[in-house]
């Protein structure tokens, strides 16, 4: 078996393949997984289903050939190559401008399809979150997000290494400001939401976790970003899923 994605939110979901069956399945109570360093490519997603890999490459998490087929790449960088058949339906939807808190001073821009942000600020691993801004069409939601990081010197991505070492700093001034900043500059105050806020995350696990890198053994407690979060005799831990896209592994 070899894993091809964790969603966290809602549930704690797991996808994979078992030999050439996609599989899918929630994570609760104890679980014993091991992670055996091998990597093969996880195929891609067209948007309807999973497809292996037809390359079986190996010692990747994703070859070329599955990276320009997935539909993720769409939402990522707007990138329609392969699926322009799709184009009014994922341009013509509602989408969500925010501002992510991740502690200390990092302040990330983002933009997310309107009924997955709250899903998406948790995967982000922010603190405290503001709904912004929202857009009817991708183009417009995607050209203001780079407005914004551009103007306002805000993040477009945060790696999971800083983001453990900010979240034990929080200095919530700094997002009040930027806020503040945004609404009272034209022509970005004309967007702001009117009833926007600044609101806290609580993700109910503790955050003071040992990372873990191999296994997941214990009691599993939630999630911090793509951290999983499960506990044993031995202490709290939290192992990066997101890593561990590709790895092959066995579950007892």
């Known amino acids: 078996m070899h894993l091809v994605y964790f969603r966290p939110h809602p549930n704690l979901e797991i996808g994979y393949w078992n ?3 996609f599989k899918s399945e929630t994570l609760e109570g104890k679980v014993d997984i091991d992670f055996k360093g091998v990597h093969s490519c996880i195929g891609y997603n067209d948007g309807k289903e999973h497809h292996p890999c037809v390359n079986d490459a190996v010692n990747v998490a994703q070859c070329p050939y599955c990276k320009f087929r997935d539909i993720s790449k769409v939402y990522t960088r707007m990138d329609l190559s392969g699926f322009e058949h799709l184009e009014q339906e994922i341009i013509n939807r509602p989408y969500a401008l925010y501002l992510a808190y991740l502690g200390k001073d990092i302040i990330k821009c983002g933009v997310c399809r309107e009924e997955r942000l709250q899903s998406r600020i948790m995967e982000q691993g922010a603190l405290f979150y503001v709904p912004l801004m929202k857009f009817t069409n991708a183009n417009d939601a995607y050209d203001m997000e780079n407005l914004l990081q551009n103007t306002f010197r ?16 929080i200095e919530l001034g700094l997002l009040e400001k930027k806020f503040e900043e945004i609404k009272n500059t034209p022509p970005f105050s004309e967007y702001v939401l009117e009833n926007s806020k ?17 296994k997941i053994n214990g009691e ?11 506990s044993n005799k031995l202490g709290t831990f ?13 579950k007892k």
Do not use: T, W
């Open 154 to 169: 805000v993040r477009n991505s945060v790696r999971n290494s800083v983001k453990l070492k900010s979240m034990k700093e």
């Open 19 to 21: 030999c050439s069956s």
């Open 220 to 230: 599993l407690l939630g999630f911090y970003s793509s951290f999983l979060i499960f």
């Open 238 to 250: 939290g192992i990066d899923m997101k890593r561990k896209v590709g790895e092959h592994f066995a």
């Open 198 to 214: 600044i609101q806290e995350v609580s993700y109910n696990v503790p955050l003071d976790f040992e990372l873990e890198s191999e």
